[in-house]
C-alpha cells in the first residue's frame, strides 16, 4: 500500500471517518466519471524526441513564471504514462481527458509530422485502452507551436487552415482508436489573457487582435468538427468552454459584468452552437467576417464540455482595453487556498443555463480545487478542503441534473498536481500529490474519495 491508502471503506486514511459521499441520485446510470489532463502541464520532455517549442516554453525561458517554474520536466507523464494509467485504473474512471502536444506532431506547427512524436500518443493511448479507459482526445490546450504564434498565431486567419490540417493528422492516426473528441480548451480564456486583459483603452489595433483571434478560433473549431467527423466514422465531437457566472463585484459593476460575460462565457459557444455573436460583440466583429463564416462555424456537435470552478467577479476599469477586469470577490464568500470563490449554487445555475441556452448533453470536464497540499508526518497528503469542495459541487450537480439539465458526465481537473501555467508548480489541484524533486506519486484522501464515490455510483 502507498501512504495515504486505505483498505476499509469506513474510515479515511487519518484514522477519522471518511467523509460522506456526494448525493447522486439524480444522474444518469450510464453516467461517466473520469479525470482530466492537459500535455504541457504533465508531460514534461520538452526537447526530446524532435518536439517543437511552444509558446508556453518560451513564456518559460523569459522568466514569466513563477519561481521561474518550467514545463521541462512537469510530472515527467511522457516516461511514466504508465504508473499514472495505473492510477486510473486504481480510481476506477471510465473515461480520461488528456491532450496532444501539436508542437509534438508538428514541430513547426506545419510540414513534415514527427513520427516519434506521433508514436507516443500511440503508446499513450493502446494502454489507456488497455486498461479499459475511454480516452477523450483534446486538440488543443494552449500549446501553440512557437514557429506559428511567430506568423501572428490566432490573430492570423491562415490559422484556420493550420488547425484543420493538425485536426486531420490526428484523426487519421488515431481515430481507428479515439471516438471522442473536443477542439478547443477554453478558447475565451486564452484569447482574453493574450489579448485582452492587459492592454490599454484606446488601442483600437490591441482590440483589433483579440477579434480576429476570437474568430479565427471559432472558424478552426468548425473546420476541425468537419475534418474529424469526415475521417472518423462514430466520432463524439465538441468543445470545451469555460463558463462561470460574472458578477459585479459591485452595483456600479453591472455593465462591466455583462460586457464580461459576452468574451468570456459567449463569444465562442453562441457562433459555434447557434451560429450568431452576442449582440454585444457583433459590432466589433463584423470587420473579421468574411459571408459564410457563421455557418463555417456552426458546424454540428454532439456535447458541450463544461469546465467550472466559482463565478467570475467583474469590475470597471476606465483606461484598460477592454473596460472591465476581475475585481473583488464579495466579502463572506468561501474561498479556496489559492482565492478561488467556492459557491456550488453557480455550478448549479451555469449548468441549468447552458442547458437552456445550448440545448446540448453536457459533459463537466473540468472542476476541482487548487491548494498547497503537503505530505503529513505520516507521508500521508490529507486533502478534506478538496473532498468537501467536490463532494458540494457534485452536489450541486445533482441538482442541476434533478431540475431538467442532461449532464452525462464529470471529470476532476486533476489526476495529478502540475504545472499550473503562470503560477507554476506552487498550487497544486491533483488527486494525486507528486513529489517533483523524486516523482514520487503520492494518492492523497481525495483520490480514495472519488474512487470511492465512483465505486457506489457504479453500483447503482
Ligand atoms: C483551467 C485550465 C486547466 C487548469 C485549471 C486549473 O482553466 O483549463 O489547464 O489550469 O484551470
Redesign the pocket.
Known sequence: MLPGDSADNSTGPDGNQRPELAPIAALRPDFIWGVST?SF?IEGATREDGRGPSVWDTRCQKGEIANHDTGDIACDHYHRYPEDIALMQRLGIQAYRFSVAWPRLLPQGRGTPNEPGLAFYDRLIDAILAAGIEPWLCLY??DMPQALDDLGGWANRDSVAWFADYAALVADRYGDRVKRFATF??AS?FTLFRYGFDGVAGDIAGLDLLHRAIHHVNLAHGAAVDAVRERVPGSLIGAIH?YQTCRPSTPADAQAADACDAYWNRAFPDPQCLASYPSRLRAAMEPHMQAGDLARIQRPVDWFGL?H?GPTFVKTVPGSRLGFATGEKWTGIPLTPMGWPIVPDAFRDTLLTIAKNYDLPIYVL?N?L?GYDKPDETGAVIDNDRIAYLRAYIGAMNDAASAGADIRGYFI??LLDNF??DSGYDVR?GLTYIDYPSQRRIPKASFHWYGNLIKAARRK
Open positions: 492537459s502541464q490546450h494552449w480548451n477554453e480564456i469555460n469546465n470552478y473540468e476541482g487548487g481537473w486533476s499550473e501555467w489541484f
